[in-house]
């Protein structure tokens, strides 16, 4: 995401869970598959014991499976390497209008960003995206309290140990 014209997104390394990790999560012997080998929804068993995977991950990964066979490697790309959370490349104006897709379809009421490169990807969000998100009336511009304890209408800290009477 940047401020400049679109460029390819820059390569970056993939921390997941090894291919075979991902087959074990969802039920699968190590050998099973290659990694570009299609998996179905009936080679996977009814239950997952001791998955790897959340249960929501497990549930919405055999969903996935359940539209279409997937590799392992689709799976992992699938999950922002492994991690089970939507990858999100783009312009500013790509990243915040897909968000804002997201939240007038009502599939989300807000968002957690998890930058790849936080030092560049969060400073970026925060000057190029959140302006865009506001334009759309999606992000706050002002706060009634300027801290995060008057916005919840907790007594100011006045040290460490100590609460404000």
Known sequence: MNGLPRR??????CVGPPLDDVKVALGLPVGFSGPDDPISITDLPVDILGSAFSAGLSVSTRALIAEAPRTPR??????????????????AREVADDLRSWFEAGTADG???????TAVDLPNF???????????????KEYP??????????PARQGFFEVAA
Do not use: C, K, N, W
């Open 8 to 13: 390819q997104p820059r390569p970056r390394h």
């Open 74 to 91: 689709d799976l992992i790309q699938r999950g922002a390497g492994g991690s089970g959370h939507r990858l999100l490349v783009g312009s």
């Open 111 to 117: 968002f957690t960003i998890m930058p790849a490169d």
């Open 126 to 140: 925060a000057t190029l995206v959140v302006p865009i998100l506001q334009e759309y009336g999606l992000f706050q």
């Open 145 to 154: 309290h300027p801290t995060l304890r008057g916005r919840l209408g907790l």
